[in-house]
């Protein structure tokens, strides 16, 4: 068991590529969709540990554009896993002061996960603890796509300079906007690679990658996840003798 008494530095941003929960169904002869559900109670378990920790920010990966085309019954489960993991953590959401986003291509969405999706943002929006932001629908390259589109769009319209435009500008129209980039993206089930999640943002994140299958990554994996980060030095491109004097983005 990885106990939280031997953390010192909490990132304020954990992303996590949820992954594995159909090899962790198929591994026991069940149905793809036991692992997603399987996968929900860990979604619950991580999101109270993340928010105990004093992490401000956890975006979980929970649907891609790509996901689409999974069979439709396997789509259809995974919007009605939602829809119902929505409705029965909103009190728990406001008793623990969570606020709860989303990003991606929403629109996409049946109407009716939209819904509740939208009102659970609107009844968590006051809570300051932290902020619980599922990506849905997203694509690290469309988000990308939409803020070229609205910075071209501002710059025809006059609202910015072409010559404006930085780093510093670009992050402020992606959606990840009231957000610091995040320290760590935890990957599971052992692949190695980002699948279009965070492509700007995650430029410097700490990436930890384990083979635990997303329905058994529970508390105590995430706080080892958090306990690995603490060993890294992050340099940021500079040496570590010039590291030491100082911290960078506060961590
Ligand atoms: C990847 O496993 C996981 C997903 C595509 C969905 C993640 C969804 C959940 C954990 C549950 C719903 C989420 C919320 C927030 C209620 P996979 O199916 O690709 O696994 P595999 O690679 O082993 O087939």
Redesign the pocket.
């Known amino acids: 068991m990885y106990a939280p008494s031997e953390l010192k530095t909490i990132p304020r941003h954990v992303a996590i590529i949820?992954?594995?929960?159909?090899?962790?169904a198929?591994k026991r002869g069940l149905p793809?969709v036991m692992?997603?559900r399987e996968?929900?109670k860990?979604?619950r378990e991580v999101v109270t540990a993340a928010r105990e920790l004093g992490v401000e920010v956890l975006t979980?990966?929970?649907?891609?554009q790509e996901?689409w085309r999974?069979p439709s019954d396997?789509v259809s489960a995974?919007m009605e896993?939602?829809q119902t993991?929505?409705v029965n953590q909103l009190n728990e959401m406001l008793t623990n002061r969570i606020s709860l986003r989303a990003m991606g291509d929403l629109d996409r969405l049946p109407p009716a996960v939209k819904k509740t999706l939208d009102e659970t943002i609107e009844r968590t929006s006051g809570n300051t603890e932290m902020i619980l932001n599922?990506a849905l629908s997203y694509s690290g390259r469309y988000e990308i796509a939409c803020a070229t589109r609205n910075i071209a769009r501002d710059c025809l319209e006059g609202r910015i300079d072409p010559d404006q435009i930085d780093e510093k500008l670009f992050s402020s129209y992606l959606f990840t906007a009231d957000y610091p980039d995040p320290e760590l993206v935890i990957r599971t089930?052992g692949?190695k690679r980002l699948s279009n999640f965070l492509l700007f943002q995650a430029a410097y994140s700490e990436l930890y990658i384990t083979s635990i299958?997303?329905p058994d990554f529970n508390r105590s994996e995430f706080v080892k996840a958090l306990i690995d980060l603490q060993g890294r030095e992050r340099r940021f491109g500079m040496t570590s003798e010039q590291l030491k004097p100082c911290t960078v983005n506060g961590y």
């Not at 949820?18 to 962790?24: A, L, V």
């Not at 979980?60 to 891609?64: D, E, G, T, V």
């Open positions: 949820m992954d594995g929960n159909g090899r962790w198929k793809r692992g997603h996968g929900v860990r979604v979980l990966y929970a649907f891609s996901n999974r396997e995974l896993l939602l993991y929505l599922l089930s692949e299958l997303w």
